[in-house]
């Protein structure tokens, strides 16, 4: 079982390669408790990103990001998440990038289902100087296990950009794993 997991860690490593500069959450199921809000800070740092400004969007390289996220449960099965990206670039370039809102269901505990299940729809806007999409809707079914120390979570992810060059409809496979811990 060890080296399963090892197996599909490494498989699925090749691939978050091309995650999101601020996609860096992993989902679980569980939606937070009735009336009350949680804040986190996310914070992440390209290592080795563009160096130039492409297509009008601005260098990743050695760049951190800072995503402030606010969400609140408003029933057992029901949560609202609110997100503030923001950038430190290079010569303390600092930006406000964008924000996204993310209304979330959970199927109830009482139903005692063998997996957990949600569904998270998070509809953005980012400046263009950071994508090229400025405006998307992520759909995300999510399904997670706990089976003793071991925990799996898939976040597949239906991706929709309304205004910018990739307005199509795409699920990025490099999502579909996004977290196993032990």
Known sequence: MKYLCLLILVFYAL??????????QVYGSETVEKGKTMFELHSNYTLNGSKTVTSG????????HETVEITHGWTTWFETGFYIFNSIGDAGRTAYVGSHIRPRVAAPSSWNWPVGVSISTEFGFQKAAFSANTSTL????IVDKKWNKLYVSLNPTLEKSFKGPIKTVDLPF???L???TM
Do not use: C, F, S, W
């Not at 691939?15 to 860096?24: F, P, R, S, T, V």
């Not at 992520?138 to 079914?141: A, F, K, L």
């Open 15 to 24: 691939e978050l390669k091309a995650q999101d500069n601020y996609e860096i």
């Open 57 to 64: 969007e601005l260098p990743t390289n050695h760049v951190v």
């Open 174 to 176: 490099h999502q579909m």
């Open 138 to 141: 992520e759909i995300r079914p």
């Open 178 to 180: 996004k977290g196993v």
